[in-house]
């Protein structure tokens, strides 16, 4: 009687490579899932930075624009007066000037520098800032012979005199009346502008002093 006999398989060194490679073939599904959440994750918390920076520049934007709005709100009805239930809307305010882009108002008050410049702040407007002979001349066309303030003082720094909006007044632009600005009793530190015997221009006065003023504002694009 014949008993087959079977021999265990010898197994080389290399099936034994081979079987290592199959094993790392075969990771668990879970393991699988594991990394791909992980990986999901990471993923995640690099792009949920970028959400939330773009939802504060979003935001801050916003900010930025509903202050804008704010600003001119209080002067809506003067520059879009509701009428027959219906807002018509118009360059400038009522009762103030048009030229080219600019609106301006010629107060008929007399207040301080610092009380004029506020009320022009209230309108959402500033001080007028004279930029050019042609806006000189303008502004002497509504002034008539009165004393009015204009947005120029050197209030920080003696002799050195800034626009409201913080640009330095250049040498090449102004419209000084001869020997102005002479700071008489160390106290002037506020411009204004007039017309009289001496001629038109730009007088330094102390900002204490009551005068009219002259606001400016951007014109509404229709």
Not at 73 to 81: A, H, K, N, R, T
Request: net charge negative; glycine share 6%.
């Amino acid at each position: 009687m014949c008993t087959a006999q079977w021999a265990r398989p010898h197994t080389t060194a290399q099936e034994l490579s081979t079987q290592r490679q199959v094993d790392k073939a075969h990771i668990p599904t879970d393991w699988l899932e594991d990394t791909s959440a992980s990986q999901n994750c990471s993923m995640g918390c690099v792009e949920e930075p970028l959400r939330v920076n773009n939802s504060t520049l979003d935001k801050d934007q916003l900010q930025r624009d509903f202050d804008a709005v704010v600003v001119k709100f209080p002067v809506l009805d003067q520059y879009c007066p509701l009428r027959s239930q219906k807002r018509v809307c118009r360059p400038c305010p009522e009762g103030w000037e048009q030229r080219n882009s600019e609106c301006y108002y010629f107060s008929t008050e007399d207040k301080n520098w610092n009380d004029s410049r506020s009320a022009c702040l209230k309108q959402g407007a500033d001080l007028v800032i004279i930029e050019t002979e042609e806006e000189q001349d303008f502004i002497y066309k509504h002034t008539g012979e009165d004393v009015y303030w204009i947005g120029l003082s050197d209030s920080e720094t003696e002799g050195t005199w800034l626009w409201v909006d913080g640009t330095p007044l250049q040498k090449d632009k102004t419209f000084w009346v001869t020997g102005e600005p002479d700071d008489y009793g160390g106290s002037e530190d506020c411009a204004a502008a007039l017309r009289w015997r001496l001629g038109d221009g730009w007088v330094d006065f102390p900002c204490h002093r009551d005068w009219r003023s002259v606001c400016e504002t951007d014109a509404l694009p229709l």
